[in-house]
């Protein structure tokens, strides 16, 4: 008992030097990060702050909301905005239709045959935007190369409108957008025990019902990730739709970059970079909120 009573001191005067050399350490990490937060300060943080600032001035010079009343008022940028969402939409869900069996598929190989067909999945990530746009030009042009096999095979007698129209535009997203869909869905489909399924085999159930009762909903992490990020992203496109499009189709990108180029201010083209970044933040909330109920649900 003595020796309990004569060892708290001792204790107390270990806690206090632990807690002194912890935030000791804290402080030296916060310095080492100084210059990197400086440096996403200057990078981010003012440019973005100095866009808000833009979008809040009229051609006068004077604070004003009129930037953004013409957005909600002029039913040229509602119609930029409508299509834009639609097209982000059906690109989201044609990537979820093929990526889903894609990575489903890679994730029931052996991690050697994988890792191979992976390839042909980083392969075109990998390969310009640029490039990749051009090469569906040339594939789907009224005498490109879909046009003719499918004339060729007396499926259609008239060349179909591939490009040059939303059709082009969507094709196009879609390739340059599955690969990020396909990667985090893979890798959370990876981390998936196998021990699971055979458990729910063991006890009765069918392999389809172990699939959308066990695998479905502990691969939902990985299928929101990819979502949203093939979502967000598509909300920005330019080149693609730019080139496959057209001028036909019209995306806030686009228009962003007819503002700047066509008007003495860049008043309205900020305002429309300033509601794209806000409901692309909203998204990411969103996101953020269903994740972690997933994850509190799955324990």
Known sequence: M?????ALPQDSVNADGLEADARAERRGLFALCSPGLLLVIALLVLPVGWLFLLSAVDGQGALSIENYARIWTEGAYLSIFIVTFQISLLVTVICVLLGYPLAYCLSQLPQKWAGLLMLGVLIPFWTSLLVRTYAWLVLLQRRGIVNNTLMDLGLIDQPLRLVNNMTGTVIGMVHVMLPFL???????????????????????????RAFWQIFFPLSMPGLVAGLVLTFILCLGFYITPAILGGGRVQMIAQRVEASVSLYPTWGPAA????VLLVLTVCFLLLSRFIVMRLNKKMG
């Open 2 to 6: 003595a020796s309990t009573v004569l």
């Open 271 to 274: 305002a429309l970079g300033v």
């Open 182 to 208: 396909v990667l985090p869905l893979y890798a959370s489909m990876r981390a998936i025990d196998p021990g699971y399924l055979r458990a729910a085999a063991n006890l009765g159930a069918s392999p389809t």
